[in-house]
């Protein structure tokens, strides 16, 4: 194999994880607060056909990522309202969340349907964008994968280098001591559900805006559901959540290139397609198996409401 | 028009709006009812099939009055539309997709008196007919013009599932390139699929990198045509003209039209003579075209693709004419012999110059 295949299919390997990458990092944060939104799916939809929208309109792909944010935290402020404030079931009110999100973008999304926008052209990084094989993979991107790298170490930062990212991790952990100490935990947890919707729509914006620049329904084709198993698997660590995201993309491409290639393997292509969850799963579960560890990491009051006034 | 769910609801009240006395003022007016399997959007299966029903009511006028229903899943929804359909007084129903075909067959025998059309099925019965067409003889076409201006002699398909419809299409290319290029070879990448834009975009884009410089593709969306504008490689249309998502890489686009052949069924419903047939139509009956050439087609090339399509018309060619070999090397059609229908219908194999292995079942 050549170095020109390698560095295709790393390249394609980073862009493939990226919508996974954001979503999956805002969903770590929202239920490291300890709510549950199993909603990404919905949010996504609405960040992506938000951001078509918004980019076609404007002809500016950042205006358009940055509408697809606030239709992400538009649609989760539905869900916060129901969870927080009316303390309804988490997990039926994510679901629902997810369905409406869907259906609500194939709707708006009707009159976009025929509609190509231009390819977002890829940012180099000088000097290093010379390294051959990887500085081509990595460092000629389009910027929104750079932005998911700053997204990564910033939230890693806020998490736990942080004083506001230790509140939030202990109203993960326990909302009743958070509260008796003063802080006001319904306020920070819509935050944080906000957060996590701002980063779906941002996912759902770089599907529909930069990655495959069109609109149809459905385009987002899961990758919601993989980026909220992902937290599961990866043990509410960001660095695993990274891990896993290029994991689930590189054997994506590969059985891809394998399939091109015209080597005589003889699976079933079924099999093959269904190669990158397997992989996925299996890596993160055994990286992650040690039961201390999982404790340690997954918020304790994780999907269960929590009123202040109780 | 409309979506599934409101239309149920609105044929119960249109049963009950026909059953009152007023509801016979338009009486010769004949309904028709269309079943579409996605979104009529801008371009492919579906909308091919709504361009055909507007030129069917252009066509008619007054005599007629068309209904559609669309995204309209393969499964028992797709029996409540037809049944809705028939029920609410449509004398002819067209169900536009392959998984429709045992609905259609059960709703059939319950209206005698409705006659039902079924695309790309094998099933008809006494009031029940299907019709398909010879896609595989644009799929020749793309595979000449492809063949001669290929560079690297690599050619990338992407494709949804390993059917007989789609093996067809991928070998009739590969002939078709074969036949003026012996050195090309057909990469294909199975998306398991019909519609999923982002996965049909990695696919296009992995044959790219693997040095393919003309790209089509068996799926639904207009992602491998993009694609390959955006890399710069050139690409064959499926279903509709998709020039527009590809100014410069698009060379042409195997179209489907199917507007004469409703026109042509409906007039002999409505005379009474109508006789169920198993229609297969290809550039003869002019169901297939070819879309418009773009420019960068060299002119040689062009007149190569203009005599082979006046011999398709004519019936004069056949793009499956032995001698056929499969990837194993064993003849498959003997030199000179024409394949039969039944054989065609039934292809599991790809032909020698496709690299790809096909999946085992």
Same mark, same amino acid.
């Given at each position: 194999?050549?170095?020109?295949?390698?560095?295709?299919?790393?390249?394609?390997?980073?862009?493939?994880?990226?919508?996974?990458?954001?979503?999956?990092?805002?969903?770590?944060?929202? #239920?490291?607060?300890?709510?549950?939104?199993?909603?990404? #799916?919905?949010?996504?939809?609405?960040?992506?056909?938000?951001?078509?929208?918004?980019?076609?309109?404007?002809?500016?792909?950042?205006?358009?990522?940055?509408?697809?944010?606030?239709?992400?935290?538009?649609?989760?402020?539905?869900?916060?309202?129901?969870?927080?404030?009316?303390?309804?079931?988490?997990?039926?009110?994510?679901?629902?969340?997810?369905?409406?999100?869907?259906?609500?973008?194939?709707?708006?999304?009707?009159?976009?349907?025929?509609?190509?926008?231009?390819?977002?052209?890829?940012?180099?990084?000088?000097?290093?964008?010379?390294?051959?094989?990887?500085?081509?993979?990595?460092?000629?991107?389009?910027?929104?994968?750079?932005?998911?790298?700053?997204?990564?170490?910033?939230? &890693?930062?806020?998490?736990?280098?942080?004083?506001?990212?230790?509140?939030?991790?202990?109203?993960? #952990?326990?909302?009743?001591?958070?509260?008796?100490?003063?802080?006001?935990?319904?306020?920070?947890?819509?935050?944080?559900?906000?957060?996590?919707?701002?980063?779906?729509?941002?996912?759902?914006?770089?599907?529909?805006?930069?990655?495959?620049?069109?609109?149809? #329904?459905?385009?987002?084709?899961?990758?919601?559901?993989?980026?909220?198993? &992902?937290?599961?698997?990866?043990?509410?660590?960001? &660095?695993?959540?990274?891990?896993?995201?290029?994991?689930?993309?590189?054997?994506?491409?590969?059985?891809?290139?394998?399939?091109?290639?015209?080597?005589?393997?003889?699976?079933?292509?079924?099999?093959?397609?269904?190669?990158?969850?397997?992989?996925?799963?299996?890596?993160?579960?055994?990286?992650?198996?040690? &039961?201390?560890?999982?404790?340690?990491?997954?918020?304790?009051?994780?999907?269960?409401?929590?009123?202040?006034?109780? | 028009?409309?979506?599934?769910?409101?239309?149920?609801?609105?044929?119960?009240?249109?049963?009950?709006?026909?059953?009152?006395?007023?509801?016979?003022?338009?009486?010769?007016?004949?309904?028709?009812?269309?079943?579409?399997?996605?979104?009529?959007?801008?371009?492919?299966?579906?909308?091919?099939?709504?361009?055909?029903?507007?030129?069917?009511?252009?066509?008619?006028?007054?005599?007629?009055?068309?209904?559609?229903?669309?995204?309209?899943?393969?499964?028992?929804?797709?029996?409540?539309?037809?049944?809705?359909?028939?029920?609410?007084?449509?004398?002819?129903?067209?169900?536009?997709?392959?998984?429709?075909?045992?609905?259609?067959?059960?709703?059939?025998?319950?209206?005698?008196?409705?006659?039902?059309?079924?695309?790309?099925?094998?099933?008809?019965?006494?009031?029940?007919?299907?019709?398909?067409?010879?896609?595989?003889?644009?799929?020749?076409?793309?595979?000449?013009?492809?063949?001669?201006?290929?560079?690297?002699?690599?050619?990338?398909?992407?494709?949804?599932?390993?059917?007989?419809?789609?093996?067809?299409?991928?070998?009739?290319?590969?002939?078709?390139?074969?036949?003026?290029?012996?050195?090309?070879?057909?990469?294909?990448?199975?998306?398991?699929?019909?519609?999923?834009?982002?996965?049909?975009?990695?696919?296009?884009?992995?044959?790219?990198?693997?040095?393919?410089?003309?790209?089509?593709?068996?799926?639904?969306?207009?992602?491998?045509?993009?694609?390959?504008?955006?890399?710069?490689?050139?690409?064959?249309?499926?279903?509709?003209?998709?020039?527009?998502?590809?100014?410069?890489?698009?060379?042409?686009?195997?179209?489907?039209?199917?507007?004469?052949?409703?026109?042509?069924?409906?007039?002999?419903?409505?005379?009474?003579?109508?006789?169920?047939?198993?229609?297969?139509?290809?550039?003869?009956?002019?169901?297939?075209?070819?879309?418009?050439?773009?420019?960068?087609?060299?002119?040689?090339?062009?007149?190569?693709?203009?005599?082979?399509?006046?011999?398709?018309?004519?019936?004069?060619?056949?793009?499956?004419?032995?001698?056929?070999?499969?990837?194993?090397?064993?003849?498959?059609?003997?030199?000179?012999?024409?394949?039969?229908?039944?054989?065609?219908?039934?292809?599991?194999?790809?032909?020698?110059?496709?690299?790809?292995?096909?999946?085992?079942?």
């Amino acid at each position: 194999m050549d170095g020109n295949l390698i560095t295709a299919m790393l390249f394609a390997t980073v862009v493939a994880g990226t919508p996974l990458i954001i979503t999956a990092l805002g969903l770590l944060v929202n #239920e490291k607060a300890g709510v549950l939104n199993l909603g990404s #799916e919905g949010m996504m939809a609405m960040g992506a056909v938000v951001a078509f929208a918004v980019t076609h309109h404007s002809g500016n792909p950042w205006l358009g990522a940055g509408a697809g944010m606030l239709a992400g935290a538009a649609v989760s402020l539905l869900f916060g309202f129901l969870t927080l404030t009316l303390q309804a079931n988490q997990v039926a009110s994510g679901l629902a969340l997810a369905i409406f999100g869907v259906g609500l973008s194939a709707f708006i999304g009707k009159p976009y349907e025929s509609i190509a926008l231009k390819a977002v052209p890829p940012v180099r990084i000088p000097f290093i964008s010379d390294i051959p094989v990887i500085g081509e993979a990595f460092y000629n991107q389009q910027a929104m994968v750079y932005l998911s790298w700053v997204l990564f170490w910033g939230v &890693l930062w806020f998490l736990y280098r942080s004083r506001a990212g230790l509140v939030l991790r202990s109203i993960g #952990e326990s909302p009743a001591s958070a509260h008796s100490i003063g802080f006001p935990v319904i306020a920070i947890r819509y935050l944080a559900v906000l957060f996590g919707g701002a980063m779906a729509g941002l996912g759902g914006a770089f599907v529909s805006v930069f990655y495959t620049p069109m609109w149809v #329904e459905g385009l987002v084709a899961g990758r919601g559901w993989i980026a909220l198993a &992902l937290v599961v698997f990866a043990t509410w660590r960001p &660095l695993r959540v990274m891990v896993g995201a290029y994991l689930f993309g590189g054997v994506m491409i590969l059985q891809l290139f394998v399939q091109g290639s015209g080597l005589q393997i003889d699976f079933p292509a079924q099999f093959l397609s269904s190669l990158p969850y397997w992989a996925t799963i299996i890596v993160l579960v055994v990286i992650s198996r040690n &039961l201390s560890s999982i404790r340690l990491n997954s918020p304790a009051s994780l999907g269960k409401p929590y009123r202040p006034d109780a | 028009m409309l979506d599934r769910r409101k239309f149920i609801l609105s044929a119960g009240a249109l049963a009950l709006a026909g059953s009152l006395p007023f509801g016979a003022a338009a009486q010769d007016v004949t309904k028709i009812g269309f079943v579409y399997v996605s979104p009529i959007g801008d371009a492919g299966w579906t909308f091919q099939h709504d361009e055909a029903r507007k030129e069917l009511e252009a066509s008619l006028g007054g005599k007629i009055e068309t209904r559609y229903v669309e995204n309209v899943a393969e499964g028992a929804d797709a029996e409540r539309v037809i049944r809705e359909f028939a029920a609410s007084g449509s004398k002819i129903v067209f169900a536009t997709s392959f998984g429709y075909m045992n609905y259609v067959e059960r709703v059939a025998r319950q209206f005698p008196n409705v006659t039902f059309l079924h695309a790309t099925g094998y099933k008809s019965g006494k009031n029940f007919g299907n019709y398909n067409a010879r896609f595989y003889e644009g799929r020749y076409l793309n595979g000449v013009i492809a063949g001669k201006m290929t560079k690297s002699n690599i050619i990338g398909y992407v494709a949804a599932f390993p059917i007989p419809e789609v093996l067809q299409g991928i070998n009739a290319l590969t002939l078709g390139a074969r036949s003026v290029n012996p050195n090309v070879e057909v990469r294909v990448i199975w998306t398991n699929a019909w519609y999923d834009p982002g996965k049909e975009r990695e696919a296009a884009m992995t044959l790219i990198s693997q040095g393919a410089d003309m790209l089509t593709q068996h799926t639904d969306s207009t992602a491998v045509v993009q694609a390959a504008e955006e890399r710069g490689v050139h690409a064959f249309g499926y279903h509709s003209d998709m020039s527009k998502y590809g100014p410069k890489a698009h060379l042409t686009a195997t179209t489907h039209h199917w507007g004469d052949f409703y026109i042509k069924t409906v007039n002999e419903v409505l005379a009474g003579t109508w006789k169920p047939e198993n229609v297969w139509g290809g550039f003869k009956e002019d169901m297939i075209r070819l879309a418009p050439l773009s420019p960068a087609v060299p002119d040689d090339v062009k007149a190569t693709v203009e005599d082979l399509s006046a011999r398709l018309k004519a019936g004069t060619f056949h793009p499956f004419t032995g001698p056929v070999l499969d990837q194993a090397g064993t003849e498959r059609l003997a030199a000179g012999a024409v394949i039969d229908d039944a054989t065609l219908g039934k292809m599991d194999y790809f032909v020698q110059g496709v690299a790809s292995r096909l999946p085992s079942k």
